[in-house]
Structures are given as C-alpha cells and as structure tokens.
C-alpha cells in the first residue's frame, strides 16, 4: 500500500501535496486527504482483503490507514505488520467496544476526512476518490455513505436510515414498513421510498461505512462557516487542537451498535447535513465478526436502543409513551433471546478464521450496521 502514514512506532512516509479545496483553506504539503479508520477483532483473512481494496483506491490522494485490533487471537495484527508495514496498528490488550476503539484512531488522524470503514468490506477503486470528490462539492454536509451491498449483490437496508422514533419504530415493527415501503412515512426506517442510486440527504448512515469531516467533529456548520469567512485554516485549527461546540467523536456509552445513529444525531445537530451517495457501493460480508456471540450481540444492539431513546428521545414524549417504547424493546429482547437461543442448539455457529481462548465469553466489536 502506498500511503502517507507509517505502522504504529515506524519512521512517517514522506506525504504528497493536495490541491485547496472549497470545504477547507490551503492544506500544508504535509496535509493527508483522508485518514481510514478500521476496528477489526479476528477478522484476518477480511481484513487482509479490505487493506488491499483500499490500496487498489488510493488514487493520487494522500491516505492514511489506522488498524485499532481489540485483542484479536488470529494473528490478525502480525499480519498487518508483516504485509502492511505503512499501516499504524494500535494493538488493543481488551476489548475496549466499536465507538471507543474508532476514537483512539479518530484523535490521532491528521485526514481533512476520516473514513470509518468495517473490517469485512471491500471498497471499489474509486470509492476514496468519489467520497473526496463529494465532499470537496457540498461544504455543508459534514458525513456521507454510499449503496452497501451483500456480498450476493443484494442492497443492504441498513445503507440509509431514520432515527428511530416512536412512530417510525411502530411503522417497522408492525410491518407497515415492508406494506408500504414506497410510503415516505411508512418506509422511513430504511427510506426505502428513495431510489437506491441516487444522493438524498437522510438521516443516519451505517457505521461500516462512513465518510466524515474531521472540521465536522470539532465544529459545528455555524462555526466552521465563520471561521472560513474569518480566512482561518480550519486544518490548522485542528492541528492546534482547537475546537468549537461540535460532537466529538463517538459515545462511548454505546459498547456496540447505535453509535453511526447517535453520532448522526449529534452531527445533524450542529447544522451539517448528513447524505447519502447511492452512485457509490461497498461490500459488506456482515456479521464476520459478530455471529460467534449472538446472545451478546443481541444484548447490545437492544441496549443501544434504550441508550439513544434515552439520551436523545425521551424529552420529547410523555410518560406513557416512553413507557410503551421501553416495553417494547424489552419484549423484543426477550423474544430475540428466545429464538436465538434454540436456533443456535439447533445449528451452532462456527466462523472460520475467529479463534477464541477457552472460557472467554465477551462481546465482539468490529461489526457496525
């Protein structure tokens, strides 16, 4: 691979110049276009397959690479430094969970973009460049996402999304959604009354693949927008580590799932808009990481629920409400842990390639979406 960045402790490869852009004042010559962010955890053989895709997507742009391994058992971070000695491995002696893993990378990326990509995906050969692209042309939109297909080249639902109200909850669950999926508000959960190919702005994007403004997490649209007219180098103020009222970077109160919708949330909130690309495609290979775990798996992903009704819903409806939305997310849990528990005494998964150490019994964090 041929990027500007440099394994965790080696000698910085020396970075290529990039042309101003729109979104940002006049980089310096050392200034990286786009800095990747990959959680990975026993995923060798598809992580070894995503760095590749990536190099394949470089492009004449300055990119650099982080691998943040939550204690992976495979060999997965041997790999990377023995094939792929340019990109920085932050070797993680837990599992520390998805969102805090992305930010121990995020607060070392030096990337006008930062790209948070799954393990288990493959990227076209322009993908990089398209995102870079968009983004240069809309200032205002501070992440993007594109089409996400399975790897049978079906469209992943998950690709565009609405937060998850009260309402637009019933509409999914009662199976509204999939009556009226050309409603725009029955379909609204996974949109999926908007043509798949072409840009719409949405609300939340998959966490396995997402293109965001670093200037977007420090500050809010407002803010970044002053600065500029103010001539201020927002790289620069980054560099100095200044910033303003912006998100941030992921909520760690999230162990796994929920942390793509509430950083959306938070990046809505601060007056940048949130697209998606549907000219542009990765592959994901979902649940590579995560099916080993399944009751755990499950756990989470209903406690992340709780945790952004709780934290961005719950002001805005009364008691009885809430109380209905609580109720039933923990019969869905219940319900959930029922099924997957006779599923998984009737066929047991085994995922090849994920080795795990007698007696552990942890959550998995690398998959997203």
Same mark, same amino acid.
């Given at each position: 691979?041929?990027?500007g960045?440099? =394994? ?11 042309p ?10 050392d200034?990286?276009?786009v800095?990747?962010v990959?959680? *990975? ?17 470089e ?20 790999? =990377?430094?023995?094939?792929?000695? !340019? ?13 805090k ?15 948070v990509?799954? +393990?288990d995906?493959?990227v ?23 089409a996400?297909?399975?790897?049978d080249?079906t469209?992943a ?15 999914? =669950? ?6 009226f ?6 379909g ?11 840009k ?7 966490g ?14 407002? !803010?970044?927008?002053a ?5 201020h180098d ?12 912006? +998100?941030?970077g992921?909520? !760690?109160?999230?162990?796994?799932y ?12 601060n *007056? ?9 495609r990765?592959?994901h ?32 409806y009364?008691f ?7 109720? #039933? ?12 528990l006779?599923?998984?005494?009737r ?8 080795? !795990? ?11 997203? #979406?």
């Amino acid at each position: 691979m041929r990027h500007g960045c440099a =394994v965790y402790l080696a000698r910085m490869a020396a970075p290529r110049s990039i042309p101003s852009t729109p979104a940002e004042a006049s980089p310096s010559v050392d200034a990286v276009d786009v800095s990747v962010v990959i959680v *990975n955890y026993n995923v060798k053989a598809l992580l070894e397959q995503v760095l590749r895709s990536l190099a394949r997507a470089e492009s004449d742009l300055n990119v650099e690479v982080f691998v943040v391994d939550n204690d992976s058992v495979d060999g997965s971070v041997e790999m =990377v430094q023995a094939q792929f000695p !340019e990109v920085r491995v932050i070797a993680n002696r837990e599992n520390v969970g998805f969102g805090k893993a992305n930010n121990q990378a995020i607060d070392q990326a030096r990337g006008r973009y930062i790209f948070v990509l799954n +393990p288990d995906t493959i990227v076209q050969e322009d993908t990089l460049t398209a995102f870079v692209r968009f983004m240069n042309a809309h200032p205002d939109a501070g992440a993007a996402g594109c089409a996400i297909l399975n790897p049978d080249g079906t469209f992943a639902l998950e690709s565009r999304r609405a937060f998850p109200t009260p309402a637009v909850a019933f509409y999914r =669950v009662s199976g509204l959604s999939r009556l009226f999926p050309k409603s725009a508000r029955f379909g609204r959960y996974n949109m999926t009354h908007l043509p798949r190919d072409q840009k719409a702005e949405v609300d939340a994007l998959s966490g396995s693949c997402m293109f965001v403004r670093r200037s977007a997490l420090a500050f809010s649209h407002d !803010e970044a927008e002053a600065h500029r007219t103010a001539g201020h180098d927002l790289l620069d103020l980054l560099q100095r580590g200044e910033r303003g009222s912006g +998100p941030g970077g992921f909520d !760690e109160d999230f162990f796994m799932y929920g942390e793509d919708l509430d950083w959306c949330f938070r990046v809505k909130r601060n *007056n940048w808009k949130v697209m998606y690309v549907g000219d542009q495609r990765v592959i994901h290979h979902k649940g590579a990481s995560t099916r080993k775990r399944p009751q755990k798996m499950n756990f989470h992903f209903h406690r992340s629920m709780m945790v952004f009704h709780r934290k961005h819903l719950v002001d805005r409806y009364p008691f009885f409400v809430n109380w209905l939305v609580y109720s #039933g997310i923990g019969v869905r849990f219940a319900v959930r842990s029922l099924t997957t528990l006779v599923k998984s005494r009737r066929d047991p998964v085994v995922v090849p390639g994920a080795p !795990e150490r007698p007696g552990e019994d942890r959550a998995l964090s690398a998959e997203q #979406g």
